[in-house]
Structures are given as structure tokens and as C-alpha cells.
């Protein structure tokens, strides 16, 4: 009796045990790394750039300040302190963090869908940092030459100098096209899909490589002839152009698109032959790629293998399609797993990061300007830019029964 009251006792006076379960989240704070300048000189630009010849990262760390900072010195002090995931320095503590100012712009008529989804991300980056920040939105309407120079001339002259620019293909290369002052963030389109060379420094691109991953599912059985069903829009058309390019055994291409031909699915019974035992890549959205293997499974066409890229890296596939439809397939993805509470965040204001590559881009792309302006803010993301280009890993997983599964 004695034992169960001081239990009582323990659990009314300090609750937090009570929760010693694994399915709780721990009152305990998780640990941070930082850095402390226990230095009493001063140390200019050409006394950090010694450090970081001498290899020695956590003295430049530590001596960086108002004074001896720039551009280069700030993109070095970026890099290390996503390296050693350190979350505060001498330059920034005991201090109140700035207003972080960003600007997001993009054409609703063109890309209406992403206009919510996209701004519920960057709030949602911007609470998860808990910092003081102005964040204004601008609609271009469309992506016109003109419209475009309007809406960046407009955004710069409310004081803006960062920006994220949520544009089709048509879009970015009306900015590449442009001279201005600012720095453009363009998280949906890969620097690969323009129709020219970049031209300005002053624009990153964020968008995923179908290219790289149609190359790493080809490298899988390349001995085997490959098949391709393919969108006729302009994305469908040059995934089908990476794929030619990177399998020269391809025999067949076929377009797939049920609203421009309603007997697309039915005429899958008469590729029977050409379909059997080879490669097939699924160069079509959720809907159309589910139609195709489903007819597969009826028709009971089995092939070497199905490859698909991030198109198809959707849970709403796992959903609409048979296990047995997905037997031997394999998908690319380039979203890598985050950290939990930012995800949940984004979800609280309906903005998926797991599957959603756009969205997962869009946070980068803010996480970037927001480490410019803050370099001892938390990170999340781990990718790099590589001449004016986001670089992401590409990885393979097979749909299982409930999840995307790492290829074994």
C-alpha cells in the first residue's frame, strides 16, 4: 500500500513521468552544437580566409562577425555549419534576429493549383524557425516576358531582394531572359528544361532531374529491351526524350492519355506480344500509370520490369492499383526524409513535404534565403547548389503493400 501511494505521490508532483512511454514525445530538449569565440583579438577578412586555408573551421566559425563578413565568407560560414549541424555562433547569439524579408511570386492562371500549397509551405518554414520575417505575394498573372519584368520590377520596389518564383517552363525563361537586382529562387524547373543556357547569375534552380532519374532506372537489367508509355504534355514528352537518349534498346513508345483517346487502355490487350518481358518506363501521371498496369494484370502481360520517375511517387498509387499490379516495379525519388515537426507543421496547413516534390523544393528554396540571412538558423535540408542548380540523390524503391520500399 505504502509503495502505490509514493507512486501517486511521484506521478502528481511531476507528471513528465507519467509519459515515460515511447509513443510520447520527451519533455527534454534535443541537444545543440555551439559555438563559443574565446578569442580576445580581432580578426579581419584575410585572418578568416587564413583559418579556412589552415583547416581551422571552428576558429573562422567563431570569429565571424558584422565587420569582417561578405558574401563569400557567409556562403563558406553556410556550408560548415550545415556540415557540423551547428545551431548557434558568437555572430548571432544574445542577439535579436532581424526581420527576414521574402517575396513570393507566381502566375495563377498557369499554376493556380500550387498558389496555396506552395505559400502554406513557406509559412509554415517561417513558424517552424520562429523568427520575425515579412512575407508578401505577388501574382503576375501570366508568364509573358512582360508580366514577369512587371511583377519583379514591383516586387523590388517594395524592398524586396529574394525572391521564390513558382513558374512553369514558359516562366523561367522569361527570368532567365531578364536583367535585375535580386535573387530568384525557381523551385519548379530544372535548369536542364530551359531553352537556353542560364544567363543570369542571379537565378537558382531547384527543380528534380527526371533526366538523372530515367538514368539510374535504366542502369537496372539494361540488357533487357525497353518499352515507354509517355504524357503528351510538354514534361511527358521529354521524360520520353530522356529515356530514348538513355536506353538505345528502346523498340516501342506509345502516347497515353485517356481524355485524347478514350481506347488508350483497351488497345494494351494488342501490345501483348511487344510487351512481354521487357522494360517498361511509366512516363505517365498517377492515373494513366495505374490504367496501364492494371490492364497488364488483366491481360496477364508480365515484364522484366516497370520504371517510373517521380511522377509516380505518390501514395495515391499504393491506393488505386492491386499489389500485384506493382509486382516488379521500381519508382525514382529525390525527397528526402525531414525533420518530423517540420513536417507536421507543413501538414497542419494542408502541405504535404513527403510526396509533394514541388512543395519539398519550395522549402529548400526557403531554407536557402533564410540561411543567407540568418547562418545560425536550424537546417533541414542537406542538398547542395552546383552551378545555379540544386543537387539532389536519386533513389530506388519498390511500392510495397503500404509503403515505398528501398530497393533491397
Keep these: 500500500m505504502l509503495k502505490k501511494i509514493i507512486l501517486c505521490v511521484i506521478v502528481f508532483v511531476y507528471p513528465q513521468f507519467a509519459l515515460a512511454s515511447g509513443k510520447y514525445l520527451s519533455p527534454l530538449p534535443l541537444p545543440n552544437t555551439e559555438v563559443l569565440n574565446l578569442e580576445s583579438k580581432s580578426c579581419n577578412t584575410n585572418c578568416l580566409r587564413d583559418l579556412l586555408r589552415k583547416g581551422q573551421v571552428f576558429s573562422f566559425i567563431a570569429n565571424v562577425n558584422k565587420e569582417n563578413q561578405n558574401d563569400a565568407i557567409i556562403t563558406e560560414l553556410n556550408a560548415l555549419l550545415s556540415a557540423l549541424e551547428i545551431s548557434e555562433i558568437p555572430y548571432f547569439m544574445g542577439t535579436q534576429k532581424p526581420f527576414f524579408n521574402i ?10 493549383r500550387y498558389s496555396s500549397t506552395t505559400t502554406n509551405v513557406v509559412l509554415s518554414y517561417l513558424l517552424s524557425q520562429k523568427g520575425r520575417f515579412n512575407f508578401e505575394i505577388f501574382d503576375s498573372k501570366t508568364e509573358s516576358l512582360e508580366d514577369v519584368e512587371a511583377v519583379l520590377q514591383a516586387i523590388y520596389a517594395k ?27 525557381i523551385p519548379t524547373v530544372h535548369k536542364m528544361q530551359l531553352d537556353e543556357a542560364i544567363r543570369t547569375p542571379n537565378v537558382i534552380f531547384g527543380g528534380i532531374s527526371y533526366a538523372e532519374q530515367i538514368q539510374e532506372l535504366s542502369a537496372l537489367n539494361p540488357s533487357v529491351q525497353a518499352v515507354s508509355f509517355y504524357d503528351t504534355s510538354l514534361i511527358g514528352q521529354q521524360m520520353q526524350a530522356y529515356t530514348q537518349e538513355a536506353n538505345p534498346n528502346l523498340v516501342y513508345a506509345q502516347s497515353f492519355n485517356l481524355k485524347e483517346n478514350p481506347n488508350s487502355s483497351k488497345e494494351i490487350k494488342s501490345l501483348k506480344n511487344i510487351l512481354r518481358s521487357t522494360r517498361i518506363f511509366l512516363n505517365t501521371p498517377v492515373t494513366n500509370s495505374s490504367i496501364i498496369l492494371s490492364q497488364m494484370t488483366y491481360n496477364d502481360i508480365r515484364p522484366s520490369g516497370v520504371y517510373s520517375t517521380q511522377i509516380n511517387y505518390n501514395p495515391s498509387l499504393l491506393s488505386i ?14 525527397i528526402m526524409p525531414l525533420d518530423d515537426l517540420l513536417v507536421e507543421n507543413a501538414r497542419f ?7 509533394n516534390w514541388i512543395n519539398y523544393t519550395t522549402a529548400f528554396g526557403i531554407e536557402y534565403f533564410y540561411t543567407r540571412s540568418m547562418p545560425g538558423a536550424k537546417r533541414y535540408f542537406k542538398e547542395k547548389i552546383k552551378e545555379q542548380q540544386v543537387q539532389y540523390d536519386v533513389e530506388i524503391l519498390q511500392p510495397t503493400n503500404t509503403r515505398f520500399a528501398p530497393l533491397q
Design 349 to 355: 496547413l494542408n502541405a504535404d513535404l513527403e510526396y
Design 321 to 334: 492499383t492491386q499489389e500485384r499490379d506493382r509486382a516488379n516495379m521500381y519508382v525514382a525519388n529525390s
Design 103 to 112: 517575396a513570393l511570386m507566381f502566375p495563377r492562371k498557369s499554376v493556380g
Design 159 to 185: 524592398g524586396y531582394r529574394q525572391v521564390i518564383a513558382i513558374v512553369t517552363q514558359e516562366g523561367a525563361n522569361a527570368i532567365n531572359a531578364l536583367d535585375f537586382d535580386m535573387l530568384v529562387f
